[in-house]
């Protein structure tokens, strides 16, 4: 029974989160906020913020990235695991969504700790390494377009420190990924980059099928 990942149904999900969630009730209120969205799927599921979170507080995370923020549910995870002098850098391309995340970043206590900044991932990132950021993060997430996986990774892994871990989101597309049918260029970009990852020795890897699946990368030192 240990030999693959179980299959987890609605009973088994909703028994996981009540031996084990411990959501923060603004992540909770936040929830309940983006539920009305008409982009709500794209909010990451609570018991992965919490993953997330207790993986900072693993890596003893002080600097932190993140790329595609949407209305915050991630970056209140990983900015509430920080020690108070710890700083994300907030990356994304919507004013509007990023106007709710910035909103539930002061009812978090960590607005302090963010700093956003709105505009193409590719080049925020680039920004990012021309002001000599290379070198000094300890965790990115990367959630934002799937096409521009491949570029986020790349500036990512100059800005992990070695031994930095980047995350990143939905590398199942909800089981499209292994859909031959599925054709569409997020789907396809997904395959690819996940194929490439396999192959990078540049980096320890593990695909972890918590909710749409979560790859981790560790920058090899
Ligand atoms: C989509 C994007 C995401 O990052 C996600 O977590 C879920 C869905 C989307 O583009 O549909
Ligand atoms: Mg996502």
Redesign the pocket.
């Known amino acids: 029974m240990s030999r693959q990942t179980i299959q987890i149904d609605d009973t088994l999900y909703e028994y996981l989160l009540g031996v084990s969630l411990r959501e923060p009730e603004v992540l909770a209120k936040l929830r309940a906020e983006t539920a009305k969205h008409p ?1 709500a ?4 599921s609570p018991e992965q913020g919490q993953f997330m979170a207790l993986l900072a507080r693993l890596m003893g995370a002080r600097k932190c990235l993140e790329v ?1 923020v ?1 209305t915050g549910y991630s970056s209140i995870s990983v900015a509430l695991a920080l020690p108070p002098e710890g700083r994300l850098f907030a990356l994304d391309v919507d004013p509007e969504a990023t106007a709710i995340a910035r909103r539930y970043w002061k009812r978090a206590g960590v607005a302090d700790r963010i700093e956003l900044r709105l505009g193409d991932g590719t080049g925020s990132l680039d920004a990012l390494l021309a002001e000599g950021h290379a070198g000094t993060f300890d965790f990115a997430f990367v ?4 096409e521009g996986y491949p570029a986020y990774y790349e500036r990512s892994l100059t800005l992990l420190r070695p031994g930095g871990l980047v995350a990143f ?2 590398v199942l ?2 089981g499209r990924v292994v859909d031959p049918g599925a054709k569409d260029s ?1 789907t396809e970009a997904i395959r690819a980059f996940n194929r490439s990852l396999h192959g990078d020795s540049r980096i320890d890897l593990s695909m972890v099928p918590i ?2 699946g979560l790859t981790l990368a560790r920058k090899r030192p």
Do not use: L, P, T
């Open positions: 982009q799927q794209m909010q990451i595609g949407f959630d934002a377009d799937k989101d939905n597309r909800g997020a909710a749409d």
